[in-house]
T-cell receptor
Framework: QKEVEQNSGPLSVPEGAIASLNCTYS??????FFWYRQYSGKSPELIMF??SNGDKEDGRFTAQLNKASQYVSLLIRDSQPSDSATYLC???????????WGAGTKLIIKP | KAGVTQTPRYLIKTRGQQVTLSCSPI?????VSWYQQTPGQGLQFLFE???????NKGNFPGRFSGRQFSNSRSEMNVSTLELGDSALYLC?????????????FGPGTRLTVT
């Protein structure tokens, strides 16, 4: 059973601090890794994807991938109250046309 | 470029009825995936279509079915509705569904079964 695990939270972070979200996956054949943000009552929004080991930065967001340890993380710098949402991690192994989803981490940014 | 659209946005149905939901992918996207999302279960994969072919299917009963048309638009059907089918149904499109499988979601259809 291929699994993606995330801490459900809530993770509470002060405004302006760095929020760190983590995700581990079970399938070593996984090739693509995605972070989605979902506000309450809304659909998931793709915010980052990463395919190679290392860091990938986009504005205040940095995705980090470590395939040897089978984890992927998302850092949000200078956290804002508008970053409060549930963050979903998803992983794809390419062979079955399906993303495997974590249950999501609820992030709360405190003003 | 227009995003993924889903119709209708809200539906109220009675147990035993059937329902059809529609999804139009982003222009140029040929892969469409469907998900069910409930508060307790998170995102559950229903099925994925590419070029009118179902390539993968999740663990849902046969009451849940789908299809894709030649213009990549997709529909999903749920027959003999049950109370437990109340959920947010999401569709997501992707260029091809290969390794770099970025999916973009529509706004969802909120189905309530009474």
């Amino acid at each position: 059973q291929k699994e993606v695990e995330q801490n459900s939270g809530p993770l509470s972070v002060p405004e302006g601090a760095i929020a760190s979200l983590n995700c581990t996956y079970s399938d070593r054949g996984s090739q693509s890794f995605f972070w989605y943000r979902q506000y309450s009552g809304k659909s998931p929004e793709l915010i980052m994807f990463i395919y190679s080991n290392g860091d990938k930065e986009d504005g205040r967001f940095t995705a980090q991938l470590n395939k040897a340890s089978q984890y992927v993380s998302l850092l949000i710098r200078d956290s804002q109250p508008s970053d409060s949402a549930t963050y979903l991690c998803a992983v794809n192994e390419d062979s079955n046309y399906q993303l495997i989803w974590g249950a999501g981490t609820k992030l709360i940014i405190k003003p | 470029k227009a995003g993924v659209t889903q119709t209708p946005r809200y539906l109220i149905k009675t147990r035993g009825q059937q329902v059809t939901l529609s999804c139009s992918p982003i222009s140029g996207h040929r892969s469409v995936s469907w998900y069910q999302q409930t508060p307790g279960q998170g995102l559950q994969f229903l099925f994925e279509y590419f070029s009118e072919t179902q390539r993968n299917k999740g663990n849902f009963p046969g009451r849940f079915s789908g299809r894709q048309f030649s213009n990549s638009r997709s529909e999903m059907n749920v027959s003999t509705l049950e109370l437990g089918d109340s959920a947010l149904y999401l569709c997501a499109s992707s260029v091809s569904g290969g390794t770099h499988y970025e999916q973009y979601f529509g706004p969802g259809t909120r189905l309530t079964v009474t």
